[in-house]
């Protein structure tokens, strides 16, 4: 008996402790939220960022963040790093179309999204299951979407390659009607878009035959980000001016291009704030350009290596992370835009260190 009640007690403790998780958790994803437009990644592992925690929807977040754009994820579950901003998402893996259908009407109700991406269709080519019917089935789900939110935009992709050929093979079948199911949907008046996810990657692209690298993820990032601003509204409107000064929270100077030299390799400092075009920057995807050449970070990249500016050529060394935090990292050297010595004197260079978040770190854009 007294085993019983030991086991009772210990059975007591692990669903408290569950509860106190999961509400813990519901509090963190409602905290996050920025009242901004609410957007669902839907689908199954490769949404839910197996491999590479986050998945495509860490380059997705930086890159409406970095745009000006307000927007809130949402879903059911929630992981990722804290390079992203919003963990909250609707990704399962392992799943098939008919599993996100059997259980898309509750989900769909309680986060009540503006906008949901949609790639999905993997498993069902992966497990062989009913191959001829998973367009309908795809059908199937767009209309059960569609009826719960009229107003919502859906964007559909087609899914990625896979790097077995017989599998491939299916997946190309699979892709191939696509784009005729959706126009379907058009023509019936609903608001469904192609997004065409599986030329933007290829098998170098797959970690493992299956699921994307960093890279492979990015590049799913930005082919969502472009067909998002192609939609008006699907992530609301950027907040953000078409040029924006960088202003850093140490000094409260503005980052310069010193006599607004176009030449390549000039470095950067911070100086009185002005409004002049040197200290004007765009942000145009991931790169951040002033004068018409782009932010750079030299080839190898180490700390305390200047930062530059160089004609655009959209290699990983141009393209930057705005984090939630208030840095502006690098996507080629991992290292973060820093005032040279934590210095607040017109003229400090800006350089490139380990990100740590101090003040000579952090950047407003206004």
């Avoid at 949907?185 to 599986?198: E, F, Q, S, T, Y």
Wanted: aromatic share 6%; glycine share 12%.
């Amino acid at each position: 008996m007294a085993k019983y009640a030991r086991l009772l007690t210990t059975a007591a403790a692990t669903l408290a402790l569950t509860v106190a998780v999961t509400a813990m958790q519901i509090g963190v994803a409602h905290a996050e939220s920025n009242g901004g437009v609410r957007v669902m990644p839907l689908g199954d592992s490769i949404t839910e960022g197996t491999q590479v925690p986050g998945g495509y929807r860490t380059g997705l977040w930086q890159r409406m963040a970095a745009g000006g754009y307000r927007v809130d994820l949402v879903g059911t579950q929630f992981n990722g790093p804290s390079a992203l901003g919003d963990h909250d998402h609707e990704g399962h893996p392992g799943w098939r179309i008919d599993q996100i259908d059997a259980n898309i009407g509750g989900w769909l109700q309680n986060t009540t999204p503006r906008t949901v991406l949609l790639h999905i269709g993997t498993n069902d080519v992966l497990q062989n299951y009913n191959l001829s019917g998973a367009p309908g089935r795809l059908s199937s789900l767009l209309d059960r979407i569609t009826a719960a939110a009229p107003s919502a935009d859906v964007f559909v992709a087609t899914i990625i390659p896979l790097s077995n050929s017989g599998q491939e093979n299916a997946a190309r079948t699979f892709n191939s009607a696509i784009p005729g199911i959706v126009q379907s949907k058009v023509n019936a008046g609903r608001r469904v878009h192609l997004v065409d996810m599986h030329s933007a990657l290829t098998t170098a692209d797959l970690i493992d035959g299956i699921h994307p690298t960093a890279t492979g993820y990015d590049k799913m990032a930005a082919t969502w980000y472009a067909a998002l601003r192609a939609v008006p509204g699907s992530i609301g409107t950027s907040t953000t001016p078409a040029s924006s000064a960088l202003v850093s929270a140490a000094s409260g100077r503005c980052l310069d291009v010193p006599g607004s030299s176009t030449a390549n390799g000039v470095q950067p400092i911070i100086w009185n704030c002005s409004g002049a075009s040197n200290q004007q920057w765009t942000v145009n995807g991931q790169a951040v350009q002033s004068l018409g050449k782009c932010l750079d970070a030299p080839t190898g990249a180490a700390a305390g290596s200047k930062v530059q500016m160089w004609t655009c050529s959209g290699a990983a060394n141009q393209r930057w992370n705005f984090n939630s935090n208030g840095t502006v990292s690098n996507v080629g050297s991992g290292l973060c835009l820093d005032v040279s010595g934590n210095a607040t004197a017109n003229g400090t260079p800006v350089i490139l260190w380990s990100c740590n978040g101090a003040a000579n770190q952090r950047w407003t854009r206004t």
